[in-house]
């Protein structure tokens, strides 16, 4: 599936909630089936430094795709990092490199993502997108 | 409840409690963090800059005669409201970290040599650290730390132990942000004074709670913020007996803080303009000497007893939830639950506590060591006051249930 074919499954498959905790719900339910990272990526050199949440982040360029690891203390960002890997992982950086994350807008979560949020979501996303850009410039 | 607290009457006074978040109402839990204002406080700061505004002192005209007159007459009240002996004593600033900031620089510059210790505590805000560790660097001066048990009390024998011939000043918190602790400041004053060190007391989180009396206490310096006594942001206070703020030089120069300028040299003004360079916060200062006066008129006394009363109805609810760790326990203490429910991420439990339309904090507040003694990385903090009720803490509760049962 294509980034977009994925964004477009992640905001039907939001649509059927009724109110925010039902979201925040299928985000903890999404957060604990996420697999941990390993722990050599666990330090201070992967930290993503969030006032109140910590973020782990490394990602590395294999056979011509992109593969993230990723990982948090907090249950609800892990649920956002499992809907970030489903769009990004595994793909080509050229097809994540325009990618604009427009279902955090349509399942009506922006606001985790704001840059006035120090839970480190916002940092994760540029993160990710200064990596693939890197990668689809540097690794032709 | 006794007839003079009308919780209906009360919450009314506060125009934001009506509001709804994510169609739910307010429950608002973050008064550690900076209270709401009462309507008269917003109406006089409207009212001010719509009929009175004009810059302080000197001006030879209406408008800045009578804001002169205002800002001074609040400068009374505040002395009133804190029983201190002359206007002379309350310099207003920018905040508790601005008074803080103010003393630590001034009295440093004037007392403090190197080797000479400090006496804090580890439940200090930051902003009761950090100035005192710069003027340590400064002056290669020696920080000490008064420790505290597991309930979160000062330990007073250690605090004894700490004082030597060295130790110039103490600067302790009156009631911890994070715990709710009500640390005996009288006795940790008493004990200082019978080895003639002066005492800073940071009032930020008892100011609003309780009487404060700073000749009873014998305090030297008290220091408070506005906003967190229903007032406006951007206000402070440092109060300092006399003859301290007489002796100490000033921490900022500039205009209305002086007497004479010439090239060669400078005569300041007298107190307490001396510690007030620069155009004052004067609508500020006046919106708070007015939430002063609102709190006078429910009385300190009573909303001393309600709050007690929602503390210890909150802690019996609280205490209940299974796998909640309620961190701080002292016997003397605010009404301020900090707590960790289940290991949940506290960011977590705050989050999903939004949107169920309660405001809480979440993470460190402002002192780090405190966490590092209990090895964790910060709580969930619920901090109250007297326009919350009963029923809020119910529903707090209730909600804390069931984010419990979202993580299982």
């Known amino acids: 599936m294509t980034p977009e074919e994925i964004q477009n499954q992640i905001i039907q498959e939001f649509e059927k909630f009724n109110d925010d905790l039902e979201k925040y719900n299928y985000l903890i339910k999404l957060g604990k089936e996420l697999k941990p990272i390993d722990q050599k990526y666990k330090t201070d050199d992967y930290l993503i430094r969030g006032c109140q949440v910590d973020t782990w982040y490394h990602s590395e360029y294999i056979n011509e795709k992109m593969i993230f690891y990723i990982d948090s203390v907090s249950l609800i960002t892990k649920g956002f990092i499992s809907l970030l890997l489903r769009i990004c992982q595994n793909q080509k950086p050229e097809d994540i490199k325009n990618t604009d994350f427009y279902f955090i807008d349509k399942i009506g979560l922006r606001g985790q993502f704001s840059p006035l949020k120090d839970n480190s979501l916002f940092k994760l996303v540029n993160k990710i997108k200064s990596d693939v850009n890197y990668y689809s410039e540097n690794k032709k | ?408």
């Open chain 2, 1 to 408: 409840m006794n007839s003079f607290f009308d919780i209906k009457k009360i919450r009314d006074d506060f125009p934001i409690l009506s509001r709804k978040i994510y169609d739910k109402p307010l429950v608002y839990f973050d008064n550690g963090a900076t209270t709401q204002k009462p309507k008269i406080v917003i109406d006089t700061i409207n009212e001010l800059y719509s009929e009175y505004n004009s810059n302080v002192h000197r001006g030879v005209h209406y408008l800045s005669d009578k804001m002169t007159e205002k800002y001074e007459i609040a400068r009374e009240k505040i002395k009133n409201f804190l029983n201190a002996e002359s206007n002379s004593e309350i310099i207003f600033t920018k905040g508790t970290t601005d008074s803080i900031n103010a003393v630590a620089f001034s009295f440093g510059e004037k007392y403090i040599k190197e080797g000479d210790e400090i006496i804090i505590s580890e439940m200090e805000h930051h902003s009761n650290i950090v100035p005192w560790q710069m003027l340590c660097q400064r002056k290669k001066s020696i920080l000490k730390i008064i420790p505290f048990n597991d309930k979160g009390e000062l330990e007073l024998e250690e605090y004894k132990k700490l004082i030597t011939p060295k130790t110039k000043i103490v600067s302790i918190v009156h009631t911890s942000n994070s715990l709710g602790t009500v640390n005996p400041v009288k006795e940790i004053i008493d004990i200082a004074h019978k080895n003639n060190i002066p005492v800073l007391i940071d009032g930020t989180q008892a100011i609003q709670h309780r009487k404060i009396d700073v000749k009873d206490l014998d305090c030297d310096f008290y220091c408070f913020s506005g906003h967190k006594i229903y007032g406006p942001n951007g206000i402070g206070i440092l109060y300092g007996k006399e003859k301290w703020l007489q002796e100490l030089p000033p921490y900022q120069g500039g205009g209305d803080m002086i007497d004479r300028v010439t090239f060669e040299k400078t005569i300041y003004a007298e107190l307490p303009f001396k510690f007030e360079a620069g155009t004052p916060n004067y609508i500020g200062a006046i919106g708070l000497s007015i939430a002063i006066d609102y709190l006078n008129n429910i009385g300190m006394e009573n909303i001393y007893n309600y709050e007690k009363q929602l503390l210890e109805y909150g802690l019996e609810k609280i205490l209940k939830i299974d796998g909640l760790k309620l961190y701080g326990l002292a016997k003397d203490r605010a009404c301020i639950f900090s707590f960790l429910l289940n290991n949940i991420p506290a960011y977590d439990t705050g989050m999903l506590l939004d949107k169920m339309g309660i405001a809480i904090r979440t993470g460190h507040h402002c002192t780090h060591p405190i966490w590092d003694h209990y090895k964790i990385e910060g709580s969930a903090r619920a901090s109250l006051s007297f326009y919350n009720t009963f029923e809020e803490i119910d529903y707090f509760c209730e909600t804390l249930k069931q984010i419990k049962k979202m993580f299982e």
